[in-house]
């Protein structure tokens, strides 16, 4: 205790414990590259309080409006298959590549893009150029 000048073990008795300053959650790299008029939003709830995110539009989003690259890591064997996870297969040097972001840190804010559950619902295509995957929308994506 800094107040009495005894090394002790937990809590002083006389003085109680210490106030603990915590850090500032800092966003993953993934939520800080999310453009400003684009928000995550819930989809699922998983077991353990996992939450599986999706992109979502706060304004109208022109058709043919491009988006990307996507930010992921390359890898020939896919290591741990999630429906709920975007993982592409990309084409490069002659060989198929698995472009996949397993976290927040190491990816864009398009991980949290989800496939479409049908043709109606589908609004971005992905393709692959000059080595790098873009999301272009098909149609006017509306809030």
């Known amino acids: 205790c800094e107040d009495c000048g005894k090394s002790l ?11 603990r300053a915590k ?10 590259t999310l ?21 979502f539009a706060k304004k ?5 409006t491009q988006f990307g690259p ?5 890898s020939t064997k896919l290591t741990c298959y999630d429906e709920s996870r975007l993982v592409l297969q990309v084409l490069k040097d002659g060989g198929k590549y698995f472009l996949d972001t397993p976290n927040e840190d190491c990816g864009n804010w398009m991980m949290f893009v989800r496939l479409a559950r ?9 393709y692959q150029h000059c ?13």
């Open 9 to 19: 073990i937990g809590e002083c008795k006389l003085h109680g414990p210490l106030i």
């Open 23 to 32: 850090d500032r959650v800092i966003p993953s790299r993934a939520r800080l």
């Open 35 to 55: 453009p400003h008029y684009l928000t995550l939003r819930v989809l699922e709830l998983r077991a353990g309080n996992q939450q599986i995110l999706g992109v």
């Open 60 to 64: 109208v989003i022109q058709k043919r």
């Open 70 to 74: 996507y930010v992921g890591q390359l």
């Open 118 to 126: 049908n043709q109606e619902e589908q609004t971005l295509v992905a």
């Open 131 to 143: 080595g790098e995957v873009y999301f272009t929308t098909v149609k006017v994506v509306k809030p």
